[in-house]
Each structure stands twice: as structure tokens, then as C-alpha cells.
């Protein structure tokens, strides 16, 4: 059994695109609609009952798209909502909380990991729980980082005031640096991290200044490829491959701005995003 229909991605803003980037780049045969709430993001900073609302809207205009599964690439409402949309909606849903504790929990050999996320995706300890459930030896660190989603929305990536956010956002899990470079940990040694996750799919955008901030004893984590690995696992299991010879197609809608939109889109991927369209929401919709 094959299905040519796409795949619906969503997330609040630019930061899914960081999966989406790995779906195509895993499974370049697949069609795919990616759908960003850029307008009302961030999310992280809102009331669970406000992501959950704002979720179930985009799951809607997806299946009302008429994609054959859906790939929630947003911490947070995978975090607040997942029970709720796998409920909503007949077709398989993927969340990426699972697959990015799974690689967090395999990659560190000191069962230590730091979780960076949004204040919604700490508070709601989905990934505490998801690390202790694939190995209950690894203590878990979470540490909510509030400023990063609105500095990549932005399409601030780098500079120094971006270097400050990231240091001051990391410092509880990694300590202070001294004058020359070496760690002051104010942590006892025994919370030493050796992998940050990134619980947030807008942090792979900071990943260059995140990864010179921690240094390199620290195994860097994030969602993205364990995603599109387990959705090839979904679309196999459930005979929704699309069929060889189908050529692929993708479209990218967003409730904010569209040049912005398309500008952070072409930085990322390196190449023209010709088909972005603009798409209201819920009560404007
Ligand atoms: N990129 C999303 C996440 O993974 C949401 C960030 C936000 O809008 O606060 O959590």
C-alpha cells in the first residue's frame, strides 16, 4: 500500500523547520505542508489551555489539507497536546519529545543530561518523564530558557547580544566560565552534564553559539533526525509511503509575515522558498 497525500508539519513559528529540514532530507520522496503560527508564537511562554487551543487549530487546517499524518515539531505543544490531537483526529500523529529523550538518554555515557525548553515544555516535565521511562539511571536537569524562541523569530542567530542570551540562558546547567575560559561549576559535581538536549525546535537555529558556549565535553542533542526517523518507521508500519515516481512537492503557510517567513526559511535551507503562503487561524480564520 502507498498514499501520495503530504505530510502536515507544524510548530509555532520558523523553529519546525528544523525537523521539516530532516524529513525531506530522510524521506526526499514525500510531499510535505508545514504550517507556522508565527503570528501568535511564541508559545511557550502561554497558558497550557491557550497551546493546546492553538494546537488543535493546526492540526484542523492541516487535516483539512488533507495530509496522511502529522509531525507536531513543536516541543511545546507536543509537551501540552499530544493526548489531545491523537484524540482529535484520525490519522497518525507524531510527537518529538519521545524521540529526542531516546537519543538524549543513549548519547550520554555519564547517565547526566541537561534539557533546555520553554517555560510550558519544563513546567509540564514531559521530558523528565520520557528519559526515566528509556533509562530510569539518567538524572535529568530541566532549565526553562525563555529568551531564545523570541531572539529566532527575530532572525537573530548570532552576534554578541545573542552570545549573552545563550551564556546567561545555559549558566544554571553549566556553571559560570572564568576569566580564562575554564568552568567554575557552582553546581556539585555530580549534576556535570555530558549532553544538552535541545528541548525546542527554534534551539538548532542557535546551535553554533549553543555549542561554543558549552564547550566541546558536551554532546549536543536535539529532536530532528530521531523525528524523521521514527516517521519512516510510522509511514512503513502504516503502508502511507508515497509511491516511487511521484514526484514531491512543498508548500509552507504562515499566520505572520511572509517574508519574514520566507527570508529565515532561505537562511536555513540554503536555497529559494518560493511557495510561501500567508493562512489566519482559529478566530480570524
Ligand atoms: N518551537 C516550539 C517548541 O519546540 C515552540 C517555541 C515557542 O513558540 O515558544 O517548543
Known amino acids: 500500500m502507498t498514499d501520495p497525500r503530504p505530510i502536515g508539519v507544524f510548530d509555532s513559528g520558523v523553529g519546525g523547520l528544523t525537523v521539516l529540514r530532516e524529513v525531506i532530507r530522510r524521506l526526499p520522496g514525500e510531499s510535505t505542508i508545514y504550517l507556522g503560527d508565527n503570528a501568535r508564537a511564541p508559545y511557550g511562554t502561554r497558558t497550557d489551555d491557550e497551546v493546546r487551543a492553538f494546537a488543535i487549530e493546526s492540526l484542523d487546517a492541516l487535516v483539512a489539507r488533507d495530509v496522511k499524518a502529522v509531525v507536531v ?15 482529535r483526529a484520525d490519522l497518525p500523529i507524531l510527537g518529538v519529545i519521545r524521540p529526542g529523550a531516546t537519543s538524549a538518554a543513549l548519547a550520554s555515557r555519564n547517565r547526566r543530561v541537561g534539557v533546555i525548553g520553554t517555560p510550558a515544555t519544563i513546567r509540564s516535565h514531559a521530558y523528565f518523564s520520557a528519559i526515566k521511562d528509556e533509562n530510569p539511571a539518567v538524572e535529568v536537569y530541566e532549565h526553562a530558557t525563555p529568551a531564545f524562541v523570541p531572539m529566532v523569530e527575530a532572525g ?38 555530558d549532553t544538552l538536549l535541545l528541548g525546542c525546535t ?13 564547550g ?16 519512516a518507521e510510522l509511514l512503513s508500519i502504516n503502508g ?22 520566507r527570508r529565515i526559511a532561505e537562511r536555513m535551507f540554503g536555497e529559494a522558498f518560493p511557495d510561501v503562503a500567508g493562512v489566519e487561524l482559529g478566530a480570524a480564520a
Open 156 to 193: 537573530d542567530l548570532s552576534g554578541p547580544r545573542v552570545e549573552d542570551a545563550v551564556r546567561d540562558g545555559l549558566a544554571p546547567l553549566l556553571g559560570e566560565r572564568d576569566a580564562s575560559g575554564e568552568f567554575i561549576f557552582p553546581l556539585p559535581p555530580s549534576a556535570k552534564i
Open 216 to 231: 566541546n565535553e558536551i554532546a549536543i542533542v536535539d529532536s530532528a533526525s530521531a523525528t524523521a526517523s521514527a516517521l
Open 240 to 261: 502511507l509511503e508515497s509511491p516511487a515516481g511521484v514526484p514531491a512537492g512543498h508548500v509552507q503557510l504562515t499566520t505572520g509575515d511572509v517574508t519574514g517567513f
Open 202 to 214: 527554534h534551539y538548532p537555529l542557535l546551535r553554533p553559539v549553543i555549542e561554543a558556549v558549552a
Open 73 to 87: 515539531a513543536c516541543n511545546t505543544s507536543t509537551a501540552v497536546a499530544l493526548g489531545d490531537l491523537r484524540r
